[in-house]
């Protein structure tokens, strides 16, 4: 059985419990994984545990998150005493850990926004869910039944991490379509935008939301340029369905991976089962179906 990939905070939305089931769709080996939409870099974690690539192109446009990363994987004996000190400082604020919480977050939203404080608020906030205001400030509000990630855990996680990623991996927090043009053949892009439900619109979870018509047109250069790529994109629950499908003239290959039970199925007294798409390139496709082949070829020999 696999070993779980290191994870250096909860983070709702991270593709790492589905991250086995989107490798299975990865080349065996390949020279780049680029994702545009890294988040908190799942997908990319658990791609070089598995040292399926040489370098990594990790970029998000939430320019603190990028930093967070940043940190964790080429000073990671520094954030994690950073964060180890910020963590105990709730423990002796005035008045208590929620309002240490709200002085932390006042703190990052002025501009103090050090790795270790969005660290800090990650750790501590409802869910692991990040939330912005119409303002673009953070405000989502703290898990009060906890105290965040211990700072023992952290600093084993971020330093799993780091000796995975440190010297491999190229930071960027810039649109997407910038980071696509860097895309060569022999390079992997792995792309996971927001929810389509709130593409074109400004969203609490995302600093900003993408157009779906530039978005098609940003995939369908990667086909013309011969560049590989999976998409997480769309998906159900039950008998609804979220989000459009992407057009068939692209010639994806579509898989739809099990996410498990939906928690807000749960929270109803239902047992809805949520999947998740996932859109296999052109290119990537048909390599894949010619390898099927040939193996389907070798097995009939050999009997």
């Not at 299975?24 to 799942?42: H, S, T, W």
């Not at 692209?250 to 039970?261: F, R």
Request: hydrophobic letters at 35%.
């Amino acid at each position: 059985m696999k070993q779980a990939a290191p994870h250096i905070v909860q983070y709702q939305g991270s593709k790492r419990n589905l991250a086995p089931q989107i490798l299975a769709y990865f080349p065996k080996k390949f020279n780049r994984l680029i994702e545009p939409f890294a988040g908190m870099a799942a997908v990319t974690i658990a791609t070089a545990q598995q040292k399926r690539a040489d370098m990594y192109v990790i970029n998000d446009i939430n320019f603190p998150l990028m930093t967070l990363l940043k940190s964790a994987i080429e000073t990671p004996e520094l954030l994690a005493a950073n964060y180890n000190k910020l963590w105990r400082e709730q423990f002796d604020f005035t008045n208590g850990s929620v309002e240490h919480y709200y002085h932390v977050r006042e703190l990052f939203n002025s501009g103090e926004q050090d790795p270790e404080k969005i660290l800090y608020l990650l750790a501590r906030c409802v869910k692991g869910s990040v939330r912005y205001g119409k303002n673009g400030k953070f405000n989502q509000s703290p898990d009060k039944r906890r105290n965040g990630t211990n700072p023992k855990t952290l600093a084993t996680n971020v330093h799993a991490i780091s000796g995975l990623l440190k010297n491999k991996a190229l930071f960027m927090s810039t649109d997407y379509r910038e980071v696509l043009e860097m895309a060569r053949p022999g390079d992997l892009v792995y792309m996971d935008p927001p929810y389509q439900g709130v593409s074109n619109v400004r969203d609490c979870r995302y600093l900003s939301g993408i157009d779906f018509n530039e978005f098609v047109e940003a995939v369908d250069s990667l086909n013309h340029r011969g560049i590989d790529f999976v998409i997480s994109y769309d998906g159900k629950c039950g008998e609804k369905k979220y989000g459009n499908d992407l057009p068939e003239w692209l010639d994806c290959k579509k898989v739809y991976l099990n996410a498990g039970v939906s928690s807000q199925a749960v929270l109803l007294g239902k047992k809805d089962i949520t999947y998740e798409a996932l859109y296999i390139s052109r290119n990537l496709k048909y390599r894949q179906m010619n390898v099927a082949t040939q193996l389907s070829i070798f097995e009939e020999l050999a009997v």
